[in-house]
C-alpha cells in the first residue's frame, strides 16, 4: 500500500508541476487570437442580423453551450468577462439595419420650417412666390448687412475676405456686391414635428435668420449656390435628398460641386475675379475651409436650440415604448441563455448512457427535465436583474439615439459619445454592485470598461474622418470598422491585462495555484482513499473466508476417526492460513526414524 500511495503522488505531482507551467505563462498571443476571432463573429451577426436587443452574443452562446456543465459553467453574464461585448453593444452604425431604420423613422417626422406663398407684384401684377415670413426674412438681413459695415460704409466677403463694391441696376438703383446668405438655406430647412414645441419652431425660425446663420457672400457667388441640395443614392439608385441631416463636409461639397460645375462662362469669370474659384476652376482650400467652418457653427447653433426646446416627454415615451418593444428579445435571449445550454447537456448524457428499456429512458428524462427546470428557477433572480438592466439600457440608448439624429455637427458627436459614456456608467455601477467580487476585480473591471469605449470612441471619429476623406463605399467601410474595431479594443484590454493595475491577475493565478493545488491534494486522498478501501474490503474478505475454512477444520477434526482417515489435508489448510511453513512429509519421517531409534534402545 505505501508504494502505491508513492507512485500516486509522484504521477499527481509531475501532472501539478505540468499545469502549474500552464498557468504561470502568459500566452496572451494565442489569448488576443482568439478573443479577436470570437468578437468578430459575434460583431458580424450583431450588426447584419440585428440581434443588439438580445444582450448575448453568438460566440458567448456558442462557448456556453459547448462549455456547459452544472458544476462548472461558463457563465459571461453573471461574471465580468467579455467587457468589450459591452461597448459593441453601445451604439448601431447607421449602415446598419437598426441605423438605417431609425434614419427612416425620424426622416418621416420631417416638415419644412420654411413655406412660401404666392403674392401679386405692385409694380409689374405678374404673380410671385416668396416665404410667409419674408418680413422677418428681409428686416434680419438688412441689420446683418449694416453690422458688417467698416467705418468706410464697405463690406467684407466672409470667405473671400476681399472688400465689396457696390454695383448700378438696369433701373439705376445702387446694389451691394455682397449678399447677405444663409449658410444653411431655408428652402431644405427642417423641423421634427414630433420633438420640437411650438414656440421651438418659432425659435428655429428666428434662428435661420440671425448673425448665426447669416454671412455676407459675393452676388454671384451666392446666385450660383442657389437653392443647394445634398442627395445620397440607395441601393436601388434612386437619389434620396438628405440636405436636413447632412454633416458640414457634405453640405460644403455640393456647394463646391456648383461653383466648379456652372456652365455660365460669365458667372464662372465672376468668381475667379471674386477669389471663389482659382484659375483652374477650382475653390480654393482657405474658402472652402471658411464654407466648412461656417457650416458647422451653423447647424451647431441650431442644434442647441433644438435641445433647449426638444420636447423630452415626448421623446421619453417613445424611447420608453422602444425599450419595451425590445423587451421580447431580451427575454427570448434569457430564455436561450439559461434554457439551452442545460439542455443541450443533458441531450449528449441521455445520448453518452443509452438506456436498456422505455421505462429506464422515460425516467432517466423525468429526471434530466427536472434538474433543467431546477437549474432555470435558481438563475431567475438573475435574469429578472439582467431584463431589468437591459431595459434601462436599452431605453437611454433609445432616448440618445432620438436627440442624437435631431441634431448636427460637432453636437451630434458630442451626444453621440456622451451615449456611450453614460451606457459605460450604468454597466460600471452594475459592476461596482457585484457582491461576488473584491474591490480590485471591480476596478480592475470598470477600468477596462472605460477604456474600450473609449476606443471605440476614438474609432469612430477616425473612421468618420476616412469615410469622408477617402469617400469608402458601405460595403467595404462597415466590415472594415467592425474588424478594426475587434483588433483594437482587444488590443486595449490585452495592454490593459499585462498592466495589471489593481494586480488582479497576480490575484488571479495565486488563487488557480491553491486551487489546483486543493484539487490535487484531494485527487490524491480520493485515490489513496479508494485504494485503502479496496485493501480493507479485499482483507475483510480473506477474513471471513480463513473463518470458514477454520469452523470447516475444526469440525473435520472434530468428526475425524484417525484410525479410519487422515487429516493431513486439513493441517495443510492450517498450515497455509497462519503461514507456519511446516513440511508435514519431513515432520512425519523424522517421527519415524526417532520413533525406530527409541524400539531399538528399548530392545537393547
Not at 464697405?154 to 473671400?160: K, L, R
Not at 443647394?228 to 439608385?237: A, I, M, Q, S
Not at 491577475?505 to 484539487?519: C, D, T, V
Not at 484417525?562 to 493441517?571: F, G, M, N, Q
Amino acid at each position: 500500500m505505501a508504494e502505491y500511495q508513492d507512485k500516486v503522488y509522484l504521477n499527481l505531482i509531475q501532472q501539478a508541476n505540468t499545469k502549474y507551467a500552464d498557468l504561470i505563462k502568459d500566452d496572451l498571443g494565442s489569448q488576443f487570437i482568439q478573443s479577436c476571432g470570437r468578437d468578430l463573429a459575434g460583431e458580424l451577426v450583431r450588426t447584419y442580423f440585428d440581434t443588439s436587443d438580445f444582450h448575448i452574443t453568438v460566440d458567448q452562446l456558442a462557448m456556453r453551450m459547448l462549455k456547459f456543465s452544472y458544476g462548472n459553467e461558463y457563465d459571461p453574464i453573471a461574471v465580468n468577462g467579455d467587457i468589450q461585448k459591452l461597448s459593441y453593444n453601445y451604439h448601431d452604425n447607421e449602415h446598419t439595419k437598426a441605423g438605417k431604420e431609425l434614419i427612416q423613422q425620424m426622416d418621416v417626422k420631417q416638415e419644412s420650417l420654411f413655406t412660401k406663398e404666392q403674392y401679386v407684384e405692385e409694380t409689374t401684377s405678374k404673380t410671385k412666390t416668396r416665404y410667409k415670413d419674408h418680413t422677418m426674412i428681409n428686416e434680419a438681413k438688412g441689420k446683418y448687412a449694416d453690422a458688417q459695415k467698416n467705418a468706410e460704409g464697405s463690406i467684407t466677403d466672409e470667405y473671400t475676405h476681399l472688400e465689396g463694391e457696390y454695383i448700378i441696376g438696369k433701373d439705376g438703383r445702387k446694389f451691394r456686391r455682397q449678399e447677405v446668405e444663409h449658410t444653411q438655406a431655408l428652402s431644405s430647412a427642417k423641423y421634427n414635428k414630433e420633438y420640437i414645441s411650438e414656440e421651438g419652431i418659432q425659435r428655429l425660425r428666428e434662428f435661420y435668420n440671425s448673425s448665426e446663420n447669416f454671412a455676407m457672400m459675393d452676388k454671384s457667388a451666392n446666385a450660383s449656390k442657389g437653392d443647394v441640395r445634398v442627395y445620397v443614392t440607395d441601393k436601388n439608385g434612386d437619389k434620396i435628398d438628405i440636405t436636413h441631416r447632412a454633416t458640414p463636409e457634405q453640405y460644403a461639397s455640393a456647394i463646391i460641386e456648383r461653383w466648379e460645375d456652372d456652365n455660365n462662362s460669365n458667372k464662372v469669370q465672376q468668381l475667379k475675379d471674386k477669389g471663389y474659384l482659382n484659375e483652374e476652376g477650382k475653390v480654393p482650400k482657405s474658402v472652402k475651409n471658411q464654407l466648412v467652418r461656417n457650416i458647422k457653427a451653423s447647424q451647431n447653433a441650431e442644434s442647441k436650440v433644438i435641445l433647449k426646446e426638444a420636447k423630452y416627454k415626448k421623446v421619453a415615451t417613445d424611447a420608453g415604448k422602444k425599450a419595451l418593444k425590445s423587451m421580447g428579445k431580451v427575454i427570448a435571449g434569457q430564455v436561450i441563455y439559461y434554457i439551452m445550454p442545460p439542455l443541450m447537456y443533458e441531450i449528449k448524457e441521455l445520448l453518452k448512457n443509452k438506456a436498456d428499456t422505455l421505462e429506464e429512458a422515460l425516467e432517466r428524462l423525468s429526471k434530466a427535465t427536472k434538474r433543467i427546470a431546477k437549474y432555470a428557477y435558481s438563475k431567475l433572480s438573475e435574469s429578472l436583474k439582467f431584463i431589468g438592466t437591459a431595459f434601462m439600457k436599452n431605453f437611454i440608448k433609445s432616448f440618445l439615439d432620438l436627440l442624437i439624429n435631431m441634431v448636427k455637427a460637432t453636437v451630434k458627436k458630442l451626444l453621440a459619445m456622451a451615449k456611450k459614456l453614460v451606457l459605460s456608467t450604468v454597466d460600471a455601477i452594475k459592476i461596482i454592485c457585484d457582491k461576488n467580487t473584491s474591490r480590485s476585480e471591480k476596478a480592475d473591471a470598470v477600468t477596462n470598461l472605460f477604456g474600450v469605449t473609449i476606443t471605440t470612441i476614438v474609432l469612430e471619429l477616425v473612421f468618420e474622418y476616412f469615410e469622408k476623406q477617402l469617400g469608402i463605399p458601405e460595403y467595404l467601410l462597415l466590415p472594415l470598422q467592425t474588424i478594426t474595431t475587434v483588433i483594437c479594443t482587444n488590443l486595449t484590454m490585452l495592454i490593459l491585462q499585462k498592466a495589471d493595475l489593481f494586480n488582479v491577475r497576480h490575484g488571479f493565478k495565486i488563487n488557480a495555484i491553491r486551487q489546483l493545488f486543493a484539487e490535487t491534494e484531494d485527487q490524491y486522498l480520493s485515490l489513496v482513499q479508494s485504494a485503502d478501501l479496496k485493501v480493507t474490503e479485499n482483507i475483510n474478505r480473506i477474513i471471513v473466508q480463513c473463518q470458514q475454512e477454520c469452523a470447516d477444520i475444526y469440525n473435520n477434526l472434530v468428526r475425524n476417526n484417525p484410525y479410519e482417515s487422515s487429516v493431513l489435508i486439513d493441517l495443510e489448510k492450517i498450515n497455509k492460513i497462519f503461514r507456519m511453513n511446516i513440511s508435514f512429509a519431513d515432520e512425519w519421517f523424522r517421527f519415524l526414524r526417532l520413533n525406530n531409534i527409541r524400539k531399538e534402545l528399548i530392545g537393547n
